[in-house]
């Protein structure tokens, strides 16, 4: 009975503690202690506790209060994660010493640490000593990301104040996955990649042995503190590591991924529109750094790029650089129609087509409370393409340019603009470019247009601060009266136009440089003949009617393209004028197929093989009539010769024609025994043959050696059949068929 009721309390507990493990989904800010065997998803801005020896899964969850180990404990990834440290912590905080804190799968880790803490380790440590068990890392994508003084993977800072504090924590074990460790970028106490964090008065960081594995994908640290222990299973490699990885350093930066000298391809989706993606190298080693260019085309925007690696996981990147992984990696870009294509590396926002309001004021900085701003606007320029129409309602659409120093409005259509207010409210804004027919003519509103722009100048110098002085003065010191007449004065027009002071700039009119003549090769399509110079060019192919449209043509040939420009507020007139283009011949080989005929006949051939058509052309597109020519006439000697196609033409094509090779082989010849009959006892007969494959008029004259016969009988011997076999005859034309009678 005692036995029963133990069995019984055993089963009890062990149904106690399958209850306890839960698929917990997080939510709002609740905080929640995971036990063993949960699987924690959904999303929380509380923080997570781990107890101590607790096994848990993150499946697809975010949590923006960050982890906090009690013990040891293991984490298994599943799906896309996100972990974010609370304030002052690690992303995920370690146990203690002597735990360890295991994390393995086939998900995705993005864990980042609060101010001056790791993205996985310890959390920042102020006037305090902090210490923190191993960590080990067997599986998983993973990017861990320190913050400040904080290290990627290790310690947060260690900050004294005058007496002696140290951060330690235990060893940082990589075997398995892809890991990606960034440092925290503070300026004078940066944090390691892997190892230690930022430590200063009197602050100390101590890091155990850092071990990284041949079983790793990747490892790609911003720096690493310590001298890396090298392993191969439980080998150390550590003196012969160059046989086992390959370790690029860049800067302080270590990409390791095991030995591979495999070229891996980087290709690029043929489905990409709306722009091009180049990169510098088409193949590259495993743990070798690839840049990609982004290129978007006129009114497009790059919107999204991705790099997926040969099992469809997202590959990191930075800066648009990327590290090789093993095995081959395709590159994808979205690109977006926009009115506002911003390029990062220039800081200019070109304006195109019909504006969308929304788009514009999308650069702007960002403003958070107290009109603090969160982000500097990036754009320190703006220009309009030809055609641009702004909105009916430009009100604020420049006003948190925060670094905005030009806009170029010369090219843009102002006509339909109703409301002007506050438009352009830009404190760094210097020069404001309009072309000479610059209106304001439908505005209805233009209440501190140029709020703010105390640095903004027209073309002869006038300032925004003249005006509202000069109205100040004129209204007797009345300063209310003078912002209301200053906010409705004339001051937005061009800079001295009709003798007023303005703080608009003309652009001076460009002189249009002249369209290039384009390099061009038959294609059987339609090709433009130039590139377009600037301006509004207008082409004909006749001197006749002008036309915008850039002149195209299909066949080869030499054709004269006109061009002139017609004057414009932006563009002088260039009367008209020529250039010569030439759509040059296609390259097309005609080669002749091989043949081989036999000793005595009549040349052959078999016909011809074309390489260079273009389009839908074929042989019928040429002109003239297939013609051949030998080397080779009828009895030469058996060897090799010559077939010479020739006879097309095309003026579309430029026609290379190529020998193909005539092959004489020998001519089969049979030379047989006749057969004879005699009686026993007589003397073997004297024998006689027949030839049969004779060229023309030949016959054994023209064989080599003498005929001799084998034949087994002598006299006396025994009634029955001998062969008779004939031989000793050769030719350098003929191949002979000895046939025994």
Known sequence: ??????????????????????????????????????????????????????KITLSDVTISGGIVCSGTAEITLVGTNSVSGATNMAGIQVGGSGT?????????????GANNSA????????????????????????????KGMGAGIGTGVSFGDDANHTATIGNITIKGGTVTAIGGTNQFFPGCGIGKGGAYSYGNTVVGTVTITTDIDLVDASSISEIVTYKHGETDVT???????????????R?????????????????????????????????????????????????????????????????????????????????????????????????????DADEVKAYGAIIGDYGAIVKESPVTSVVCEPGTVLPADCSELFLNYTNLITIDLSNADISGVTNMSKMFGSRSLTTIYV??????????????????????????????????VAVWESNGNDLKAAKAKASRSSYAIIDGKGGHPGYLTVKPKQTPSAPTANVITYTGEAQELVS?????????????????????????????????????DNWNAVIAQTVEVTIAPKALSITAKNKTIAYGDEPANDGVEYDGFVATDNEDSLNGTLVYSFDYKQYDEVGKYTITPSGLT?????????????????????????????????????????????????????????????????????????????????????DIEFVTG
């Not at 590591?241 to 390959?246: K, Q």
């Open 1 to 54: 009975m005692k036995s029963f009721k133990f069995l019984a309390m055993l089963l009890f507990s062990a149904l106690v503690s399958s209850a306890w493990a839960t698929n917990k989904t997080l939510s709002g800010s609740e905080s929640y202690e995971a036990q063993d065997g949960d699987v924690l998803t959904g999303l929380t801005s509380g923080t997570v506790s781990i107890a101590n020896g607790a």
């Open 100 to 112: 360890t804190l295991t994390i393995k799968g086939n998900g995705s880790l993005t864990a980042n």
């Open 119 to 146: 993205g996985i380790g310890l959390s920042r440590a102020w006037k305090v000593d902090a210490t923190g068990g191993d960590i080990v890392i067997e599986g998983g994508n993973i990017t861990a990301t320190g």
């Open 239 to 253: 003196s012969i590591a160059s046989d086992y990885f390959t370790i690029n350093e860049d800067g302080n930066r």
């Open 255 to 355: 990409i390791i991924v095991p030995k591979d000298d495999i070229d891996y391809n980087v290709t690029i989706d043929e489905e990409i529109t709306g722009g091009t993606v180049t990169t510098d190298k088409t193949t590259a080693k495993a743990g070798e750094l690839v840049a990609l260019t982004v290129t978007p085309e006129s009114g497009y925007v790059l919107q999204s790029l991705t790099v997926k690696d040969a099992s469809d996981n997202d590959v990191s990147l930075s800066n648009r650089e990327f590290v090789m992984p093993r095995g081959g990696v395709t590159v994808s870009a979205t690109f977006i129609q926009t009115t506002a294509a911003f390029d990062e590396a220039t800081g200019v926002l070109t304006l195109n087509g019909n504006v």
């Open 435 to 468: 072309n000479s027919a610059w209106s304001m003519e439908n505005v209805t509103s233009s209440d501190q247009m140029f709020y703010g722009c105390n640095l903004l100048r027209g073309g002869n110098g006038s300032r925004w601060e003249d005006v509202r």
């Open 532 to 568: 377009a110079g600037d301006g509004t060019m207008l082409y004909s192919l006749d001197d006749g009617i002008y036309s915008a449209e850039i002149p195209t043509a299909t066949a080869a040939g030499t054709y004269t393209v006109h061009y002139k420009v017609d004057g414009s």
């Open 650 to 734: 095309s003026d579309n094509y430029d026609i290379t024609f190529v020998d193909g090779e005539l092959t004489v082989e020998q001519k089969k010849l049979t030379v047989t025994a006749k057969n004879d009959t005699i009686t026993y006892g007589d003397e073997p007969p004297n024998a006689s043959v027949e030839y049969s494959g004779f060229v023309g008029e030949e016959d054994e004259s023209v064989l080599n050696g003498s005929l001799a016969y084998e034949c087994k009988y002598d006299r006396g011997g025994a009634a029955g059949k001998y062969d008779v076999t004939p031989g000793g005859l050769t030719a350098e034309n003929y």
